[in-house]
């Protein structure tokens, strides 16, 4: 479905705008562009898209996200890398006791409720996003407990029953501490013969592995493992800015045809009022799926110049079988290739189930 946007062109008589001759209609775009109703109706809504557009920008956003850090975490040398790294990024940093220790808890960075045009889910304040650091061992012995385990755990080791929120892990410097802890066979043989081996944690990398794999089974608990208090402030960074962007991406999304490309970057085409262009869009439409070449795509819009056309020969065919290999015979013709070729039968049922499939979640490319 086609998303038209009217050009802006500033006219030299008089300071007056003309009416442009021509739309452009994204990547994305089918034909059949109507041309968008201009009024006070139009304006009003546009105005308010403008005003939630606003709202909305992730930096404004990152102004109003806060940061909790827990005075436990300051207490490690290296928390001075996080520390800065925060303050320079412009959002809100916090130094207050958490229900978790040595946590760090997003608050805040909604927009106003009372924003024109915003939508009332994109308000709510209530999803707080946490991050528990672990010290390397504490981290292994809880993993230990998991592997141990025969049933699927109820309660995590690290976690408390009390809170609501799951939330990621980070461990620092894990792969160092198990290089510079491996016990060599004549001190493993001494643990085993001591109480101390009760104590000691002995856990190799195939076991942790285990471990992340039973943690985001059964928990889908992610696990961040950085060597480095450097390597973990880049990683809270870029997690705080995919916060501030979250809302103004969920907006775009709650709006209508949200898979349109917008914006130059889209390199959209000029579609004419009486229809010109539209095979250009056509042509982009097919070369969009995967392993597609811009000769294939030809072959398939010169045999159906619209995709209404070819949505009515799919409708024609009497079995699923003749509607899914419809394209597969198409001649592809290609320079200097005297071999001939043809669109093939995965195509063409990729194809077909674009335009005919009822599914939003179907899968139509069964090698991705």
């Not at 106003?112 to 991050?131: H, I």
């Amino acid at each position: 479905m086609a998303e038209a946007r009217p050009g802006r062109r500033t006219g030299s008589r008089r300071g007056r705008r003309r009416q442009p001759a021509t739309w452009e209609i994204s990547d994305s775009d089918a034909e059949g562009a109507a041309a968008p109703e201009v009024g006070a109706r139009g304006r009003g809504a546009a105005g308010k898209s403008k005003a939630a557009a606003g709202a909305l920008r992730s930096d404004q956003v990152l102004k109003r996200l806060a940061v909790c850090v827990d005075p436990a975490v300051l207490e490690d040398a290296g928390s001075d890398i996080l520390m800065e790294a925060l303050g320079a990024l412009g959002c809100e940093c916090r130094i207050e006791p958490q229900r978790l220790a040595r946590s760090l808890q997003w608050s805040g960075g909604r927009p106003d409720p009372g924003t024109s045009g915003v939508p009332p889910e994109l308000c709510n304040d209530d999803e707080c996003e946490q991050l528990l650091l672990l010290e390397p061992q504490e981290f292994l012995r809880g993993a230990a407990q998991l592997t141990q385990m025969t049933s699927p755990p109820s309660n995590l080791p690290w976690l408390s029953a009390e809170n609501p929120a799951r939330p990621h892990l980070a461990v620092i410097g894990l792969d160092t501490y198990l290089w510079s802890h491996k016990p060599s066979v004549q001190k493993r043989q001494q643990l085993e013969r001591t109480k101390e081996a009760q104590t000691t944690v002995t856990i190799s990398w195939p076991e942790v592995e285990e471990a992340l794999v039973l943690l985001q089974l059964y928990a889908d608990l992610r696990v961040l493992l950085v060597d480095s208090w450097q390597e973990l402030s880049q990683h809270v960074c870029a997690f705080t800015k995919a916060l501030a962007q979250r809302p103004s991406k969920q907006y775009r999304d709650s709006q209508a045809f949200p898979f349109c490309t917008t914006g130059r970057w889209a390199s959209g085409l000029k579609v004419t009022r009486d229809g010109s262009g539209l095979r250009g869009v056509w042509l982009r439409q097919i070369g969009q799926f995967n392993r597609v070449s811009p000769a294939v795509a030809d072959a398939v819009i010169t045999a159906f110049p619209s995709p209404r056309l070819l949505q009515q020969a799919l409708m024609a065919c009497s079995t699923e079988q003749e509607r899914l290999g419809l394209l597969a015979d198409l001649p592809v013709k290609t320079l200097g290739d005297r071999q001939s070729r043809r669109v093939g039968p995965d195509l063409s049922r990729r194809i077909c189930l674009f335009l005919t499939t009822t599914n939003p979640d179907l899968l139509l490319d069964l090698a991705s």
